[in-house]
């Protein structure tokens, strides 16, 4: 909970930072470092509880999710300077806490039969998904600055939120990086399910939209890299591909009918 | 003799350019000056501010000799001029409002762009100068100091500095808002216009690397391209070449557009989907606007940047009342402040003359009372003393009180006359 307001207040607070109200550039970072440290502890606790680290939980794995987008997003504040992107980023971590919060634990089973590679292939997954999710709300910014671009004012967004260029090239790198680690969860997962006769992975509905996902990350950074479609076009396709990979996560944690074991009870 | 600071000057408000670049004051010219300056017997202190828009003298003069006409003979004669040249476009100030004077100027609230920060290291290099070369004192060097934390405070409690306020600036920012750093990229000119060319400058300025130029007159880019380390191509070669700039500065004299929409998609093509930045200054255009359609494509014409300009000046000139309560309520604080330093001066002076008469009457009294013990003769020293003391407590009190409300200077010298100080 206490994760959640944090988060709340940073991205009230950057939000704030970019619409001129504010001139306190780095509490927003602050906010978020604290509430990632609650949210790591949060989860530690958890994994105590359950006594393995990091469960497999629904809820864990939520939290999780939540953090390593979060440390994405304080790393790329840190390390390139990213300006404006907590009022974007912090909210949503805000309201998947929340949800994270509000969902009830999946059954005890779902920590059973941990080995290397399912551990390798749900952190690669979450962290994979941690990095859509700060590419796509790089591209949310992308297109509220090139908005701000068009209508030829300096207004407080456009001075404190990054450049153009800037935000395209973090939204390249960490959806580069998601579709990186969401192919070796997808690697790891197809072996896994192969070593295991009693479930057919195919016509399998989660490994169907897995590959949706994955395909569709692959065109928009083929897209990108031979600049086919324009910078404008990547950017709402990849907010579209993370609403699509959410839609994926989610069913996961709550649908049972699939190959996977999280979505438990 | 009581002193005051006073100021004498032009600026870009009371003399055109002419008179002003006659009068202006290189910095190796400055040394002669001054010390010529406080040669004079009624000048103690000052101080030469010489930019492009103002030549100002601060000084520290005699009360009540006639500092106008002094100081702005003086002026003229620094430079061998006549001072029927001027006119009336010296302005002078003195006491509060030369005070209140420079810490605007200081504070940019009197230069050509409102708010400008320019001004404030000009005011600083000047007084350092002033100051080395010792020809300020217990009254400018505070002054100055003051007026460069009035000016700081300005900067940082009001938004008079906030926001671009010339047409290369505004551009540079917006270029900067395209590409973050623009250490790696490559402005090509297309004209060789002075404001062309002044954006040139300001993006070199952060850190533009390359420098691409062509012009009608293939000879004139390629002076323009000397100047600035960069290359120049012919103008029939512009599509071909268009691909390698990121930031297009077009600035031509040409009667209509000459870049269409379907050149630039092609070098688009070739640039793989870099964004372009396009500044438009010519006027009539010279860049086809249906080119913002494109996608990375930014185009700001003329009209766009100076839309930017205006509203931040409008922003500026709204500040301006809040910058004024600052600068009155800072330069009556120091005025009185001086005031007190002043004053204390004279209380000492009068001090001195009340002991000094004590001391002579005690000399011609103690001598005729033989019969005093020496316990007796000490109480009599303390009596006359304690006597001195409350006799001048009342008016010293008065005049330190009028001190710091600025009395009229008019009032200390009637107190000295009173006492023939």
Known sequence: ??????????????????????????????????????????????????????????????????LCAVSLY????????????????????FALTITGLLVKEGLPGAESGRTFLRILHGLSAVVGCGAFALSSTTAFAYLVQDRQLRQKRLSPILKRLASVGELDRLSYRAMSTGFLLFTVALAVGLALAMGNPEHPFFPDWMVVWSGVVWVLYALLIHSHFTASFGRRKVAILSILGFAITLGLFFSLLFVRDSLHKLAGG | MTMEIAVIGINHRSAPVDLREKLAMPERELPQHLQRITSDPDISEACILSTCNRVELYCVVSEGADAY????????????????????????????????????????????????TEVQGQVRHSYALAHSLGATGRFLNPLFQRALSVSKRIRSQTAISVGKASVSSVAVEFAKKVFGSLSERTALIIGVGETAELTLKSALAEGVRGVLVTNRTFKKAQELARAYDGEAFPFSQLAENLHRADILISGTSAPHFVLYSSQLSSALKRRRGKPILIIDIAVPRDIDPSVQELEGVYLYNIDDLEAVVEETLRHRQAELPHCEAIIEEESLEFFSETRAYNVSELISTLNRTFEEIRRSELEWLIPKLTSLSEEDRKRVEQMTHRLVRKILHCPIEALRKYAADGAHPSFFETVKRLFKL
């Open chain 1, 74 to 93: 304080l790393a790329t504040k840190y390390a390139f300077k990213g300006g404006g992107l907590g009022a974007f980023m912090l909210p949503l971590a």
């Open chain 2, 69 to 116: 006409a002094k100081l702005s003979l003086l002026l003229a004669r620094l430079k061998g001029l006549e001072l029927e040249a001027f006119g009336d476009s010296f302005y002078f100030h003195s006491g509060l409002d030369a005070v209140t004077h420079l810490f605007r100027v200081a504070s940019g609230l009197d230069s050509m762009v409102l708010g400008e």
């Open chain 1, 1 to 66: 909970m206490v994760a959640a307001v944090l988060y709340a207040v940073g991205g009230a607070v950057e939000f704030a930072h970019l619409l001129g109200y504010t001139r306190k550039k780095n509490l927003a970072g602050h906010t978020a470092l604290v509430g990632g440290f609650f949210q790591l502890l949060f989860l530690v606790l958890l994994s105590l509880q359950k006594g393995v680290f990091p469960t497999a939980d629904r809820v864990g794995v939520l939290h999780l999710f939540v």
